[in-house]
């Protein structure tokens, strides 16, 4: 919904950082493969294979200049965190993380997360509503 408004280089890191955060409890789930194809057909880029010896969180942050692009970045990645309706704590730690190096405080990380969550159940019920199986 946001992602196309971040430059080229933000939406490459944007992917990366989705994939790291989908990867941080060992495995990525069904919906979260799924949620990810999203942000790559959304942004008309294609999908990358993760390369978590080759990945780093800090360089894939430094391409996000713009308070709102960092803001866009912290409300797609919680779509993501709630996807699946799990907010593990390697999930928190991550969002932590970023949210400090973008100087967002809780307020509005709670914020960016209660809207993740309602955007993610409202795009579920559309799914089951276009199913026609």
Known sequence: ??????????KFAFLHIAHHLAHTNGIIGDKEKIKI????????????????ENYHL???????KTQK????????????VHV???FNKCEEELIEIISE?????KTQV?????WGKAASALREQALLMTDNT
């Open 37 to 52: 194809e999203d942000y790559c057909t959304e942004m008309g880029i294609d999908n990358i294979i993760f390369d978590k």
């Open 110 to 114: 709670q914020y960016a997360s209660t």
């Open 58 to 64: 800090d360089s894939c942050l430094d391409k996000f």
């Open 1 to 10: 919904m946001l992602l196309m408004q971040l430059e080229t280089p933000e």
């Open 84 to 86: 699946d309706d799990k």
């Open 69 to 80: 692009n960092q803001r866009i970045l912290l409300l797609e990645l919680m779509m993501l």
């Open 101 to 105: 190096k973008f100087n967002i405080g």
